[in-house]
């Protein structure tokens, strides 16, 4: 397996942990020129518009995360969401290293899955186990999904 898809698949669980942080890093990405979308049908990523709006969303998502009243990641439309973002996210960064769009966008959506549910029950059993309030863990999921996004983003 080419290293490009581990890492596809990697921003697409940072997508499953928090939908809108994975295509906000790649768009900070693509602007700064460290992911080359250019002549490709993502090149919008790398946009001032693109930046500015999941940048946006990506902190109010990291607010309301916090909120009793925000709906678990798992249920549908916000599994969707991830399922999509991660998928975007994954074939930015496949794109980029010349591989297939359709392959990064698969392995995104996989890995939004994959972060969806696993991020869900370990904060739930963090929680749950260790008698620890959500919103210290849920912070601490915050710090791992964005050095994660950084990492991959990185590499």
């Known amino acids: 397996m080419n290293f490009v898809f581990l890492l596809a698949l990697g921003i697409g669980i940072v997508a499953g942990v928090r939908s809108l942080l994975a295509p906000a890093v790649i768009a900070w990405a693509a602007h700064f020129e460290l992911l080359n979308l250019y002549a490709s049908p993502l090149a919008f990523m790398g946009s001032r518009v693109a930046v500015a709006i999941f940048s946006i969303f990506a902190i109010g998502e990291l607010i309301a995360d916090k909120l009793p009243t925000t709906p678990k990641r ?8 991830r399922i999509l973002l991660g998928g ?11 591989k297939p769009l359709l392959a990064g966008a698969l392995l995104g959506g996989i890995g939004g899955v994959i972060g969806a549910f696993v991020g ?12 620890i309030k959500d919103i210290f863990v849920a912070v601490c999921e915050d710090a791992v999904a964005i050095a994660l996004a950084c990492f991959v983003v990185s590499r």
């Open 74 to 81: 798992t249920a549908f439309a916000p599994l969707l969401a």
């Open 88 to 98: 975007l996210s994954g074939a930015s960064l496949c794109v980029a290293a010349g």
């Open 120 to 131: 869900y029950e370990i904060r739930r059993r963090v929680v749950n186990n260790l008698h």
